[in-house]
């Protein structure tokens, strides 16, 4: 196993070893040629650049939607599919993207204050 020199992170593959390493150093060797954001990662880096083109390459197949990065059509398809599966453990409400249960959550803290 391949082991970081900074924590207690280790991989069977140097290569992961490496980008992790990245999280320490702060390095950022990928850069946007269209607008000069740095990225550690090229797949990050590859992601990013689809802002600039427009690019969606995700469809649903039960609509004309598309949609740029696959967790969006995810999330999207759950609005054909009725799937709600973020519950939130105080009172139960369901929800399809993590974010609104995660804002939902902060309801029940803000009403105990």
Do not use: W
């Not at 799937?83 to 929800?95: K, S």
């Amino acid at each position: 196993r391949h082991r970081c020199r900074l924590c207690s992170y280790s991989s069977r593959y140097r290569h992961h070893v490496t980008l992790h390493e990245r999280t320490h150093s702060g390095e950022k060797p990928f850069q946007c040629r269209v607008c000069g954001k740095v990225f550690a990662q090229s797949s990050h880096l590859e992601v990013h650049e689809r802002i600039h083109t427009r690019e969606r390459r995700y469809r649903c197949n039960m609509c004309t939607k598309s949609f740029r990065h696959s967790c969006s059509l995810i999330a999207h398809q759950r609005v054909h599919t009725g799937e709600r599966p973020y519950e939130c453990d105080i009172c139960g409400l369901r929800f399809r993207v993590k974010f609104c249960l995660t804002r939902h959550r902060k309801k029940h803290v803000e009403g105990a204050h």
